[in-house]
């Protein structure tokens, strides 16, 4: 996979605006960046942490009782911890800030990590070595760029009718050619979450879901590549 930026980023979504921007900002100390409008009634508030983005996604609206998606955690590296250190947001999302990794070895978080619940870890790790063609840096764990994908545990994971509900919901992947890498990933077994699609002059845009049904964008945006979309 041709990566745009060596970071993945993560969304996820909460009616709980002003609660939840409190929460990333001053517990988990992250760096606010921009609110950009998606439109229904929902905006997105973007965070920095270690080059990756935090996308919390806020709506005015409920949001549809979907059962939980496989993402079950976060990881994020911070300078200068001696332990880690668990949290959880208003909405109860687990994240944990961890001491960063200064040798790069496979249990070491540089950046961040995904923490997954898997129905079958095989089929994972066929999906992110081979569909998504990450790096396999340890037993469940997958790297993309300086980023993490963990299988976390294994458990019932359901699939929902649809993937907008409460909690983390999906995470991105930056990339120099949206259609190339979408189609690459349906021909390697990956299936489809969403066509891809233009979002004004900003991004294109298209989703693929691993065996649980968790969505990745895939995400191919002017600010990084420079080009025409």
């Not at 709980?16 to 921007?21: G, S």
């Not at 978080?109 to 999906?127: C, M, S, T, W, Y």
């Not at 359901?158 to 120099?176: A, F, L, N």
């Amino acid at each position: 996979m041709n990566l745009a930026k060596q970071h993945l980023d993560i969304g996820l979504f909460s009616t709980k605006r002003d609660e939840q921007l409190d929460f990333w900002q001053h517990a988990a100390g992250l760096p606010y960046d921009h609110m950009g409008k998606l439109g229904g009634g929902m905006q997105q508030h973007r965070h920095h942490m270690n080059g990756s983005i935090l996308k919390l996604n806020h709506s005015r609206h409920p949001l549809p009782a979907a059962p939980p998606s496989g993402i079950v955690g976060l990881q994020i590296a911070k300078q200068g911890l001696a332990a880690p250190q668990a949290l959880s947001d208003p909405d109860g999302n687990k994240v944990v800030l961890v001491p960063r990794s200064t040798n790069g070895g496979a249990d070491g978080v540089q950046g961040i990590a995904i923490l997954l619940k898997v129905n079958d870890p095989a089929e994972h790790d066929r999906f992110w070595t081979h569909a998504m063609q990450f790096e396999r840096a340890g037993e469940g764990r997958y790297r993309c760029g300086d980023s993490l994908v963990v299988v976390a545990e294994r458990g019932k994971v359901e699939r929902g009718p649809d993937w907008r509900g409460p909690g983390y919901r999906y995470m991105t992947v930056q990339v120099w050619d949206c259609l190339a890498e979408y189609d690459g990933i349906l021909a390697r077994g990956g299936t489809s979450g969403g066509t891809p699609r233009v979002l004004g002059d900003t991004v294109r845009f298209a989703f693929v879901c691993d065996p649980d049904g968790n969505h990745i964008e895939i995400s191919q945006r002017a600010s990084l590549t420079g080009g025409s979309l």
